[in-house]
């Protein structure tokens, strides 16, 4: 088992996601040099040898999806009504926002925004390209995911069913089969014992101290089975990015829609293992 502690590089630490915006330039780097991420991974690398194994440091890159169907239904009828009523729907007759909604163009376009980021850094700074690529399971996730590394990395992303959005009474967050999901996304590698059902989504949301531990089982594979690995991406939804983040002893973020939120964390292994 590990212990986990997240620092965040976002400028000014305690700005909030209004002013920081969805993207800013450089990820938020605080570093404006050329070499600013051969920096900072040779600071990850210095940190790791200092650790000795017991203390190990990755940076995390949490990908938020882009503007969803029932992103813009809950703007439409705002956050209360949204929870109490129409969450429950699949449409009101004129937006249908469920089961596993997709992007609308807005979100494809937030997608792209990303990816511009990602081409700057690539040329401006030479910035290193992840070692793993997660996605959560569902179709808008999955198509920021697609976007957002379009012409930048050829790396197939393995889908984790822990990467989800909080599941449960809100019908957006019921999952495809995994033969709809293959089938849509083949270039997508889905993890060991991925069922072909939802068996998750149930009538009754799901809690925050879940969603934290399953965002913690997602830390320890990253821990366990990435070892050698410094730099992953998580693309992923806010309610489970929240998860992660008091997983590792961050401060809840709203984190926009399309937002990528850099995070370096460290894990201490425990005594119990």
């Known amino acids: 088992m590990f212990r986990y502690e997240g620092f965040s590089h976002k400028t000014p630490p305690l700005t909030g996601p209004a002013v920081i915006g969805a993207v800013p330039p450089r990820f938020g780097l605080l570093d404006v040099s050329d070499a600013r991420w051969t920096n900072l991974m040779a600071r990850l690398q210095e940190l790791n040898a200092a650790g000795a194994g017991d203390d190990s440091y990755k940076l ?14 809950e703007a439409k009828y705002g956050t209360e009504a949204w929870n109490d009523y129409w969450s429950k729907l699949d449409s009101d007759g004129e937006l249908t926002w469920a089961p596993d909604p997709e992007l609308t163009a807005i979100g494809k376009a937030q997608a792209v925004d990303a990816n511009a980021v990602w081409k700057t850094e690539l040329a401006a700074a030479n910035m290193p390209l992840p070692g793993r690529l997660y996605c959560s399971p569902m179709t808008r996730a999955i198509q920021t995911n697609v976007i957002t590394f379009e012409g930048v990395s050829d790396r197939r992303a393995v889908i984790l069913e822990n990467c989800r959005e909080e ?26 014992g991925f069922t072909e059902e939802d068996e998750l989504w149930t009538e009754e949301r799901e809690s925050k101290p ?40 961050r401060p809840r973020y709203v984190l926009p829609t399309g937002g990528v939120l850099p995070i ?10």
């Open 264 to 273: 370096v964390v460290k894990a201490t292994r425990t005594n119990s293992e």
């Open 60 to 73: 995390i890159f949490f990908g938020r999806h882009g503007e969803g169907y029932h992103n813009v239904a």
């Open 210 to 249: 879940s969603v934290a531990a399953r965002a913690t089982i997602v830390l320890e594979r990253i821990f366990r089975e990435d070892e050698g690995v410094l730099f992953v991406s998580i693309t992923a939804h806010g309610g489970i990015i929240n998860g992660f983040l008091h997983a590792v002893g």
């Open 167 to 192: 599941y449960g009474s809100h019908t957006c967050d019921i999952r495809r089969t995994r033969t709809q999901i293959h089938t849509a996304f083949p270039q997508f590698e889905m993890e060991d």
